[in-house]
């Protein structure tokens, strides 16, 4: 298994509706966990924190599921806005210096 | 507006030519990156900087020499750049117990 995979995408949803993305990790020890937005050309940015089961902002809701480990993106209400690609970003065991990105998934949301 | 700063926001120079990057940050993160991006590809680690002192190089070509003149200064010199290191380059902060990255919009290198 890959440290961290992501379903590339690209993902194409109309707007309003409800869109999730899986990011799977190798490493059990992993404690944290973070969802970045990338929009074309521009520079990630950070979107989401996950450190227990869950988090919630709004629209966006992240999930962790350690049994099975993966994290979960889920998108409600979709805008126009929200399409970018969204890189799971999973940090290293010992000092959290390194972390690993997954490939992106992309998403395109449609008028 | 992102806290990192980056300049140039985009650079294009000769092969033979010396250039350099620059990152500042005032968040009192103690640890700073370079990353790497290619089009369509996820940011790519070449250092990092812990406490001013450089704790990973990710086997970087010596033609890239990074340099930490304090806590809040990120610098990267190119020298003798080749075509292929065309490419996104992203300075970043952290924390550094959390493994939050925090960007700079980044510097688009382009090597002609």
């Known amino acids: 298994r890959k440290e961290v995979e992501q379903d590339p995408g690209p993902f194409n949803v109309p707007e309003g509706a409800t869109v999730a993305f899986n990011c799977t990790y190798s490493?059990?020890?992993?404690?944290?966990f973070f969802w970045y937005r990338q929009d074309c050309r521009k520079e990630p940015k950070l979107l989401m924190s996950?450190?227990?089961s869950g988090n919630e902002d709004g629209r966006f809701t992240a999930q962790l599921n350690r049994a099975s480990q993966y994290i979960s993106l889920l998108i409600r209400d979709s805008k126009l806005s929200d399409s970018a690609t969204y890189l799971c970003v999973v940090p290293n065991s010992g000092g959290y210096q390194k972390v690993t990105f997954g490939t992106g998934t992309k998403l395109q949301v449609i008028p | 507006d992102t806290e990192v700063t980056q300049t140039p926001k985009h650079l294009v120079m000769g092969m033979t030519n010396k250039k350099s990057l620059k990152c500042e940050q005032h968040?009192?993160?103690?640890?700073m990156y370079w990353y790497k991006q290619k089009a369509k590809k996820p940011p790519e680690l070449m250092f990092v900087?812990?406490?001013?002192?450089?704790?990973i190089n990710e086997s970087v070509p010596s033609r890239f020499s990074p340099e930490c003149p304090n806590s809040s200064l990120l610098n990267l010199h190119l020298h003798a750049l080749q075509p292929e290191d065309s490419a996104l380059y992203l300075c970043?902060?952290?924390?550094?117990?959390?493994?939050?990255?925090?960007f700079g919009e980044g510097s688009r290198l382009t090597v002609l």
């Open positions: 996950v450190y227990s």
């Open positions: 970043a902060s952290s924390p550094g117990v959390t493994g939050e990255l925090f």
């Open positions: 968040m009192g993160h103690r640890a």
């Open positions: 900087y812990s406490y001013e002192k450089l704790s």
């Open positions: 490493n059990s020890a992993s404690q944290s």
